[in-house]
């Protein structure tokens, strides 16, 4: 069984930095695409940054190109979100996602195993 588990949210000032984590367990890590979303308040849940490890194909929205970085650390089945330059339109819950068919995708009903979201407020 796939478990994803978010940590590393919080509340930080316009221009501040967070650096998200995910914790993936119980998977073929190295195979799967993950993928960080973002769901604001009455908002629909997006995709902020894809990235298939096996092509290196990567997607960053364009709301947070320049800021996001995507990265992972094989040896210890995790995956990161670093986010600098934070803007309170950037306030949302952020999942973590794994699609297990190392597809590329924007759309989070491609993605099979999700974590329960991080909460990201930004403040002006």
């Known amino acids: 069984q796939v478990q994803l588990v978010e940590s590393g949210g919080g509340l930080v000032q316009a221009g501040g930095s967070l650096r998200l984590s995910c914790a993936v367990s119980?998977?073929?890590?190295?195979?799967?695409?993950m993928g960080w979303f973002r769901q604001a308040p009455g908002k629909e849940r997006v995709a902020v940054a894809v990235?298939?490890?096996?092509?290196?194909?990567?997607y960053y929205a364009d709301s947070v190109k320049g800021r996001f970085t995507i990265s992972r650390d094989n040896a210890k089945n995790m995956v990161y979100l670093q986010m600098n330059s934070l803007k309170p339109e950037d306030t949302a819950v952020y999942y973590c996602?794994?699609?297990?068919?190392?597809?590329?995708?924007?759309?989070?009903?491609?993605?099979?195993?999700w974590g329960q979201g991080t909460q990201v407020t930004v403040s002006s």
């Open positions: 990235k298939r490890w096996s092509s290196g194909t990567l």
């Open positions: 119980g998977g073929t890590f190295r195979t799967y695409t």
């Open positions: 996602a794994a699609d297990r068919d190392s597809g590329f995708s924007r759309w989070d009903y491609e993605y099979d195993y």
